[in-house]
């Protein structure tokens, strides 16, 4: 009895041994074959005759002059791994191929199902319903592709940004616009930046705004304010930016947006944008005398070239206007300076005004200056620059504060004229400096 045991384990052992190098001989010839090796293929076939992976590449290496072949070795290789969809994926263009329609996308739709974060196999899927003349459905899992591999992005998003610029075919993308998915924002930003008619663009807004489900991001709604900007269209970029702010940025509304400061800078539509420069830093800082809660801290670190950096697009009607606000520095050293300039952007860019060049000032100080809007300009900008012109002039270095910009408008222009026209030939000069304890007013 003893014997007969030890031949069954004998028998056991040599089994499993001759099972483990069959195995080692198989796994060296599925790492080759991985490799992109098809040699390999029929090595690994010969050790281990039912290896589902090489039943697979088998069957795309045979000839289409035998698909019966092919069909063959795809059913034994999903049999062996039901998990693995590309053989179902294969069968499935076979069948296509074929004109078998009901019975390829039965096929494709449990191939999906097996694989709903596989982004290669999505993708394929999604090429299989745009050969069957589904876009809709191509669509779908082209978003599921996305969202597994967002370096698809890169192809993809092209190709969906040529179907929202189609009018034809535009409509194909509302069920993403009703519940965007993540990557939606990019797509939008893109969109926006690559699409060449804004009636294109309109439609994928509206998609958006109208969806009812998800509300517009701020994102979104800067992405098409920036463009209605870049194309000229200021006065529905203003009205689109405005139906967006919530009720603190609705308190911060004016001729000059968040001209206390009270909000951070937006760097977007017609708030304030900040340029980035490694030698300049901004911050919004609660400091002694300012009038809300907090101003703008602008600090210079060793500046050499002309600073241009703080602006805020405008919407002002033509008409004359006064602009204000207050200032004070920690340690500026300038020669130059800064001052605020009202610059016409469209039609065409010029300087309409100039303030008070700001030098050293401890104390807050108020400083004003007022500038004419011309009928032709529809479009402004209030910017910050270096007051000087030559190198020793713009070099800078501390730290700047500015809190309640505003600007109101002038009613009575002809009664501003007049006084400009007697405080120009008796008073200070255009270019008056605004020093420690000195106000404009």
């Excluded at 004109?99 to 596989?118: G, N, T, V, Y």
């Excluded at 805020?312 to 008409?319: A, H, K, N, T, Y």
């Excluded at 602009?323 to 920690?330: E, F, K, S, V, Y």
Aim: glycine fraction near 8%; proline fraction near 6%.
């Amino acid at each position: 009895m003893i014997y007969l045991w030890r031949v069954v384990l004998l028998i056991v052992a040599a089994s499993l041994g001759w099972r483990v190098t069959v195995n080692g001989i198989a796994g060296f010839y599925v790492d080759k074959m991985d490799a992109g090796d098809d040699g390999a293929i029929d090595q690994v076939l010969t050790w281990q005759p039912d290896n589902p992976a090489a039943l697979y590449r088998k069957a795309l290496r045979e000839p289409l002059d035998d698909p019966a072949q092919g069909a063959k070795l795809l059913s034994e290789a999903y049999r062996g791994n039901p998990s693995d969809p590309r053989a179902l994926v294969a069968l499935a263009s076979q069948a296509f191929a074929a004109k078998q329609f009901s019975r390829s996308d039965e096929l494709i739709e449990i191939a999906s199902a097996l694989a709903p974060a596989d982004a290669r196999v999505q993708k394929q899927v999604a090429s299989y319903w745009a050969a069957r003349g589904q876009p809709d459905r191509a669509i779908k899992h082209l978003s599921s592709v996305l969202l597994a591999a967002p370096l698809e992005a890169r192809t993809i998003l092209p190709a969906l940004i040529e179907i929202a610029a189609d009018p034809e075919r535009q409509y194909l993308l509302a069920p993403l616009a009703s519940s965007p998915p993540k990557w939606w924002g990019k797509f939008f930003a893109q969109a926006c930046r690559d699409i060449k008619h804004l009636d294109s663009l309109r439609y994928l807004y509206n998609l958006r705004r109208d969806s009812g489900t998800e509300p517009l991001t701020s994102e979104e709604r800067a992405a098409f304010v920036a463009r209605l900007q870049r194309d000229g269209q200021i006065s529905e970029a203003y009205m689109v930016g405005i139906n967006g702010l919530d009720m603190p940025a609705l308190k911060q509304l004016g001729l000059v947006f968040n001209g206390g400061f009270e909000l951070p800078l937006s760097n977007a539509g017609f708030g304030w944008h900040l340029v980035p420069n490694e030698r300049v830093s901004a911050r919004l800082l609660a400091s002694t005398g300012t009038t809300g809660n907090q101003a703008l801290n602008l600090k210079f670190r060793a500046l050499e070239q002309p600073f241009r950096h703080l602006f805020q697009p405008l919407f002002l009607d033509p008409g004359h206007y006064r602009i204000t606000g207050r200032t004070r520095t920690d340690g500026l050293k300038s020669i130059g300076g800064v001052r605020w300039e009202v610059r016409c952007e469209q039609p065409e860019s010029q300087v309409l005004a100039e303030g008070p060049r700001l030098l050293a000032s401890s104390d807050w100080t108020n400083f004003e200056f007022e500038s004419d809007i011309p009928e032709a300009c529809h479009y402004q900008q209030l910017r910050l620059v270096s007051a000087g012109t030559r190198r020793f002039e713009v070099a800078m270095a501390g730290t700047i504060w500015f809190d309640d910009m505003r600007i109101t408008r002038v009613k009575d222009t002809a009664a501003v004229a007049e006084t400009t026209a007697g405080a120009v030939k008796s008073g200070p000069k255009p270019d008056q400096i605004l020093r420690v304890g000195a106000s404009s007013r």
